[in-house]
């Protein structure tokens, strides 16, 4: 398993793997190949964007999207999106992508935190929890459905 920087030859590994873990359960999404390549370029295109990949054999199996930000406190990284190929889960590459995160570009770039949300009902959840991150009960994520 090698990891290394996202290339823009690997959108469309990365439109596939996306969509291999999220229209399964637990998710069960519905994404179709556009909009998924949409929004993550809309990701790759945002300022200090910084995305990195986990290979195997030469074949992308992980995605780790974010971006480096200000906050009083000091500089952060806020993860956007962390998905593993639907077959793959379980297999220790999503903790090798935010090891390699943390120790890559965290610790070079001087960051204090690093940030994400997540669905608190889904497996990815627990993943964060295992991995040393813990939940912030002074923040909420909220939304507003529209009809």
């Not at 074949?59 to 906050?71: A, E, N, P, Q």
Request: aromatic residues 16%; charged residues 20%; contains cysteine.
């Amino acid at each position: 398993m090698t990891i290394r920087p996202y290339q823009s030859s690997d959108l469309d590994s990365c439109v596939a793997i996306f969509m291999s873990a999220y229209n399964k359960m637990p998710w069960n999404y519905q994404w179709k190949a556009a909009g998924a390549a949409q929004y993550l370029q809309e990701y790759i295109g945002a300022p200090n964007f910084v995305g990195m990949v986990a290979e195997d054999n030469g074949v992308v199996c992980g995605v780790l999207f974010g971006k480096l930000k200000t906050w009083w406190t000091g500089k952060q990284f806020f993860v956007d999106e962390l998905f593993i190929d639907g077959s793959r889960h379980g297999q220790g590459i999503g903790k090798q992508l935010m090891s390699h995160c943390e120790t890559n570009i965290c610790r070079p770039n001087n960051v204090t935190t690093i940030t994400l949300m997540t669905n608190k009902l889904m497996p990815a959840y627990e993943f964060y929890i295992s991995n040393d991150y813990y939940k912030v009960d002074q923040y909420v994520f909220m939304f507003k459905e529209l009809e």
